[in-house]
């Protein structure tokens, strides 16, 4: 036996060694897409973009019983751009998600770059598109409150179809640890066709002078085989965060595919008045359980100097109207 093939041995040996001790999987998924977008004040413009309807990554989770019930879990997750092949979340390793803790009968606990409560709320029960899916995302006039660093999260069992989530993020600066400071948390409902939630989340400003509010409620009910969704935001703190928000959405399948349809309000409670609304439609067709393709289009209406953008999962957008044409391979 050479020493190549020894060392793959050795190799093979170790890693089913460690699989034995420990469940650790390998998944990621792979989007690319034609991203036409217009009505912004350079003109409209066409490219090749990555993560339109789901970020491009790639993750590592993984799992050991501790026995008694109790497991260590971790999960990290890297983002990139497979357009470029350049690393994503400002070229932070694990920018997406990377975390440890443990669950048990009494739930999990996690520390580490997370989902809020707040944004899971949004993207699992109160949008059609998952918050920040392809251009009719409700991200582009709700906050979202994605992650955050330096989080410690606890999350609940279920009792009664009722589950807690609380979460708290530590701004880590010396001598006032109110700065930068993020708190918050969910609470939720799910039985028979009904999921109902409320999520509250606060951000303190680097020198904790201004506190932003955000509290949500959304909602989806199963008519078999159609789903509707609605969400509701409040929004306070200073300046423009003074707003809410409204959603209304429904899923249609149509065999294995699905139809999506969204209308968005944003309402600014301030004096500018600066007012936006979104109409987005999306159809994806399902190649098999991994892959499908998908095509959406947005439009929003600004009013009294509102500058609202169209973006999908991976970028901000250019102007107030774009369509999505692409392809997502989960693996």
Sequence with gaps: MNISKLGLALLALFSTGAMAQTNVSIYGIVDAGLVRESGGEAGPVTNISSGVASGSRLGFKGKEDLGGGLAAVFQLESGFNIDTGASGQGGALFGRQAFVGLSGKFGAVTLGRQYTPYYKTLRDIGDP?????????????????????????????????????????????????????????????????????????????????????????????????????????????????????MLAGVAVPFGANKLLFSHVRHDDKTAAGRDASQWGIAYHVYLSKRTDLYAAYAVINNRNGAAFKVGNATDSGSGDKAFNLGVRHNF
């Design 129 to 245: 598109f998952g918050a920040v899916s392809l251009a009719g995302r409700s991200g582009n006039l709700f906050v979202t409150n994605t992650r955050a660093n330096n989080m410690v999260e606890y999350v609940s069992p279920a009792f009664a179809g009722v589950r807690v989530d609380l979460a708290y993020a530590a701004g880590e600066v010396a001598g006032d640890s109110s700065r930068s400071r993020q708190m918050g948390g969910s609470v939720g409902y799910a039985g028979g066709p009904l999921t109902i939630q409320l999520a509250h989340h606060r951000v303190n400003n680097a020198t904790a002078t201004d506190t932003t509010r955000n509290t949500l409620l959304s909602g989806n009910y199963k008519f078999k085989p159609v789903t509707v969704y609605a969400s509701y935001a409040v929004n306070k703190g200073p300046g423009p965060a003074d707003s809410k928000d």
